[in-house]
Nanobody
Framework: QVQLIESGGGLVPAGGSLKLSCAAS????????MGWFRQAPGKEREFVAG????????RYSDSMKGRFTISRDNGKNTVYLQMISLKPEDTAVYYC????????????????????WGQGTQVTVSS
């Protein structure tokens, strides 16, 4: 079973950038489709981005397209989320998630498609 640990969160001013990392252990991450979600206080968890096991398919939430970039390095068992032009409304806890896809190229955009989650990393964007 895969375990996920996020890192890279922090406090940045509006317009700034952050790169989140999600390190996987316990199983090779290449067997999983991966996703990033976020949850702001008082709001439901929302999809940010997803990537297939071989990076062939990538999907973004419309509100983050062009500002966020998801990538993965299966050799390092790590998935990344590069965020630029951050806005105060991007403030949230960001979660990494994995879904067993058996090497299909599908990308999930719903939290109930993922069955492994990290503990989350806080991103705070000041205005």
């Amino acid at each position: 079973q895969v375990q996920l640990i996020e890192s890279g969160g922090g406090l940045v001013p509006a317009g700034g950038s952050l790169k989140l990392s999600c390190a996987a252990s316990g199983a090779p991450v290449r067997a999983y489709g991966m996703g990033w979600f976020r949850q702001a206080p008082g709001k439901e968890r929302e999809f940010v981005a997803g990537i297939s096991w071989n990076s062939a398919n990538i999907r973004y939430s419309d509100s983050m397209k062009g500002r966020f970039t998801i990538s993965r390095d299966n050799g390092k068992n790590t998935v990344y989320l590069q965020m630029i032009s951050l806005k105060p409304e991007d403030t949230a806890v960001y979660y990494c998630a994995a879904r067993a896809t058996f090497y299909s190229n599908s990308v999930g955009d719903s939290s109930n498609e993922y069955n492994h989650w990290g503990q989350g990393t806080q991103v705070t964007v000041s205005s």
